[in-house]
């Protein structure tokens, strides 16, 4: 089975879905890849690298042409699915819910899909869970990011010129990223409030050292692991609980998103009104409609001194590390659809069913929706 690697075009994506490293232990299991030319270059992976791994490095067309598996980040777009052939199996996060439209070209190509975004949160698939690897350095240059736009320090600091107060942190949402978010702001000396609606969440903040705003009356959490869509009642709630610890933070990170839908609200504009001057937000759920009102993709928004910066999260921004924990979780996955190199299309299998969106040009329901 020849495996194809291709570079992605996204505007500012700088990540490649197989490290060299990862492509070696792909090889050793009797693979064969194509990698496309400088696909890696971003992530400071050489074309030479790839080579030394035992892949071959060619042209895009040629990729497409002769891969049987073609292996991305970001959906397929149309440009690729023009060169897309029948039968051929692609594999990436495809956010099929947000993108009905490329499903249904990807099935009138008669090729099949599996979506790397639609991974159940089950025990046996964590080692195969993208989201997760790549929120985790989210939740940390969220941080990093935040340190740098500031214009205060993180730690309590003693000086002969007299004493600076730790800078006051606000996470929304205590998943992935926000764990991390929490656990990076604490090593830099901030003090850290977290607030989730998922009450079981209460606990993991706080072992991290983060003070949890308690909202009663949480909706918890759904079945497949992420957090429900919050009741207007709630929501009014969660705001009154949290105002105090807003205007008052110099920092606050939101990283609530709900798969296939837009991101909730969590900060409205007349909010941002009333914080401090000099605070800032980034809202890492901007990609899908953003948590603070005023956010926008890839911009910083300035409104009444108050710094808001709207990001996809910016794995990409590491992309070095985020690629090759990609390539992990994509190299578990490969193993376990796989048998004797091939795939087994074992469609009663829980992992299998949720991610295969298009089989053979047919968009399939899984069991579980």
Same mark, same amino acid.
């Given at each position: 089975?020849?495996?194809?690697?291709?570079? &992605?075009?996204?505007?500012?994506?700088?990540?490649? +879905?197989?490290?060299?490293?990862?492509?070696?232990?792909?090889?050793?299991?009797?693979? $064969?890849?194509?990698?496309?030319?400088?696909?890696?270059?971003?992530?400071?992976?050489?074309?030479?690298?790839?080579?030394?791994?035992?892949?071959?490095?060619?042209?895009?067309?040629?990729?497409?042409?002769?891969?049987?598996?073609?292996?991305?980040?970001?959906?397929?777009?149309?440009?690729?699915?023009?060169?897309?052939?029948?039968?051929?199996?692609?594999?990436?996060?495809?956010?099929?819910?947000?993108?009905?439209?490329?499903?249904?070209?990807?099935?009138?190509?008669?090729? +099949?899909?599996?979506?790397?975004?639609?991974?159940?949160?089950?025990?046996?698939?964590?080692?195969?869970?993208?989201? +997760?690897?790549?929120?985790?350095?989210?939740?940390?240059?969220?941080?990093?990011?935040?340190?740098?736009?500031? %214009?205060?320090?993180?730690?309590?600091?003693?000086?002969?010129?007299?004493?600076?107060?730790?800078?006051?942190?606000?996470?929304?949402? =205590?998943?992935?990223?926000?764990?991390?978010?929490?656990?990076?702001?604490?090593?830099?000396?901030?003090?850290?409030?977290?607030?989730?609606?998922?009450?079981?969440?209460?606990?993991?903040?706080?072992?991290?050292?983060?003070?949890?705003?308690?909202? &009663?009356?949480?909706?918890?959490?759904?079945?497949?692991?992420?957090?429900?869509?919050? +009741?207007?009642?709630?929501?009014?709630?969660? %705001?009154?609980?949290?105002?105090?610890?807003?205007?008052?933070?110099?920092? =606050?990170?939101?990283?609530?998103?709900?798969?296939?839908? %837009?991101?909730?609200?969590?900060?409205?504009?007349?909010?941002?009104?009333?914080?401090?001057?000099?605070? =800032?937000?980034?809202?890492?759920?901007?990609?899908?409609?953003?948590?603070?009102?005023?956010?926008?993709?890839?911009?910083?928004?300035?409104?009444?001194? =108050?710094?808001?910066?709207?990001?996809s999260i910016a794995p990409e921004s590491v992309s070095t590390n985020a690629s090759d924990l990609y390539a992990k979780n994509m190299?578990?996955?490969?193993?376990?659809?796989?048998?004797?190199?091939?795939?087994?299309? $074992?469609?009663?299998?829980?992992?299998? $069913?949720?991610?295969?969106?298009?089989?053979?040009?047919?968009?399939?329901?899984?069991?579980?929706?």
């Amino acid at each position: 089975m020849i495996i194809g690697i291709l570079k &992605e075009t996204q505007k500012g994506e700088k990540r490649v +879905s197989i490290a060299p490293r990862i492509a070696k232990q792909l090889i050793d299991k009797g693979f $064969d890849l194509i990698v496309e030319e400088n696909a890696g270059e971003y992530s400071s992976f050489k074309n030479s690298d790839y080579k030394k791994a035992g892949a071959r490095i060619e042209k895009r067309g040629v990729v497409f042409k002769e891969a049987d598996v073609l292996i991305k980040i970001n959906p397929f777009n149309e440009d690729d699915l023009k060169l897309v052939n029948k039968g051929q199996i692609l594999i990436g996060q495809l956010y099929h819910k947000s993108f009905p439209d490329l499903i249904q070209k990807i099935a009138e190509q008669g090729a +099949s899909a599996f979506s790397m975004d639609a991974m159940p949160r089950i025990s046996r698939a964590q080692d195969m869970d993208v989201l +997760s690897s790549q929120s985790n350095l989210a939740g940390y240059k969220s941080v990093i990011l935040g340190a740098y736009e500031m %214009k205060k320090i993180f730690p309590l600091m003693m000086t002969a010129a007299g004493t600076i107060k730790p800078a006051k942190v606000l996470i929304y949402g =205590v998943g992935v990223a926000g764990l991390q978010a929490i656990a990076t702001a604490k090593r830099l000396g901030a003090i850290v409030k977290a607030t989730d609606i998922r009450l079981e969440t209460k606990e993991q903040a706080e072992s991290l050292g983060a003070k949890f705003i308690l909202v &009663e009356g949480s909706n918890g959490e759904s079945e497949d692991g992420y957090a429900k869509e919050a +009741s207007e009642d709630y929501a009014q709630r969660q %705001k009154e609980a949290v105002n105090k610890s807003l205007f008052n933070a110099d920092l =606050v990170i939101t990283t609530a998103g709900i798969p296939g839908k %837009k991101s909730p609200l969590l900060i409205t504009e007349e909010q941002v009104l009333q914080m401090k001057n000099g605070a =800032v937000i980034i809202d890492l759920a901007a990609a899908q409609g953003g948590n603070c009102e005023i956010s926008k993709l890839n911009k910083t928004v300035k409104r009444n001194g =108050v710094k808001v910066i709207g990001t996809s999260i910016a794995p990409e921004s590491v992309s070095t590390n985020a690629s090759d924990l990609y390539a992990k979780n994509m190299y578990n996955f490969i193993m376990h659809l796989t048998e004797n190199n091939q795939f087994k299309w $074992d469609l009663e299998e829980q992992i299998t $069913d949720e991610t295969l969106i298009v089989h053979n040009g047919i968009i399939r329901q899984p069991k579980s929706e």
